[in-house]
C-alpha cells in the first residue's frame, strides 16, 4: 500500500470519530452541570455611589435596575453553579463605569475605560455546609463602549462582572 493510499484510508476514520464525539477526559469540558440557586440582597442600596447624591445626578428610581439585576444573577447562578450549591450574596456597593449628566433624562456617559465595580458579602453552600464564605470586590473586563446609555437600561459592565465571577465561584 502506497502512502497516499494510506492517507485516504485514514482520513475516513478520522472523520468518523470526530462525528462520533470521541474525547479523552483531558478534552471534556470541567464546566458545573447547572441548577444552582442565589439569593440576592442589595444593602442600602441608596448609599451605592451610582445612587447617592442629589438632584439630576441621582438615579430618581433604581428599584427596576436592582430588580432586573437579581434576574439576572439568580439565572446565572443557575447556569453557573453546581445543582447542590446556594449562593447568599448581599450587595454593598455598585459603581458603574461614567457619570450620570443632568438633563430631562438622566444619561450614563462613559468616556473612560474604567470598569464597573462591585462590593459584595457572600456565603456559598453545599447542603448545610459553608464552601467559602467573605467579601469580594468584583470588576468588568469589558468597558463601557462609550455610547450614551439611558439610566433605565440594563448594566452591561456589572452583568460582566457577575457572570465572570460566578464562573469563578461555580468552580470552587
Known amino acids: 500500500m502506497n502512502l497516499r493510499a494510506l492517507r485516504l484510508s485514514f482520513v475516513p476514520?478520522?472523520?468518523i470519530a470526530a462525528t462520533l464525539g470521541c474525547s479523552t477526559s483531558s478534552t471534556r469540558s470541567k464546566t458545573p452541570a447547572g441548577g444552582g440557586t442565589a439569593?440576592?440582597?442589595f444593602v442600602h442600596p441608596e448609599k451605592y455611589v451610582d445612587i447617592r447624591g442629589s438632584g439630576?445626578?441621582?438615579y430618581q428610581d433604581i428599584a427596576p435596575k436592582l430588580s432586573e439585576l437579581q434576574r439576572f444573577i439568580e439565572n446565572e447562578a443557575a447556569r453557573q453553579l453546581p445543582a447542590d450549591r446556594h449562593l447568599n450574596l448581599r450587595?454593598?456597593?455598585i459603581d458603574e463605569p461614567g457619570n450620570v449628566r443632568?438633563?430631562?433624562r438622566a444619561v450614563r456617559v462613559a468616556r473612560t475605560t474604567e470598569p464597573a465595580y462591585v462590593d459584595v458579602e457572600y456565603s456559598l453552600k453545599s447542603g448545610e455546609s459553608i464552601v467559602r464564605a467573605g467579601t469580594a470586590t468584583l470588576s468588568s473586563s469589558?468597558?463601557?463602549s462609550g455610547i450614551?446609555?439611558?439610566s433605565s437600561s440594563r448594566m452591561p459592565q456589572v452583568e460582566d462582572a457577575f457572570r465572570s465571577w460566578l464562573r469563578t465561584v461555580g468552580r470552587w
Do not use: F, Q
Request: glycine content about 10%; hydrophobic content about 30%; overall charge negative.
Open 56 to 58: 439630576s445626578y441621582a
Open 102 to 104: 443632568p438633563g430631562g
Open 91 to 93: 450587595i454593598t456597593n
Open 142 to 144: 469589558s468597558s463601557p
Open 13 to 15: 476514520a478520522l472523520l
Open 148 to 150: 450614551p446609555t439611558t
Open 39 to 41: 439569593s440576592v440582597e
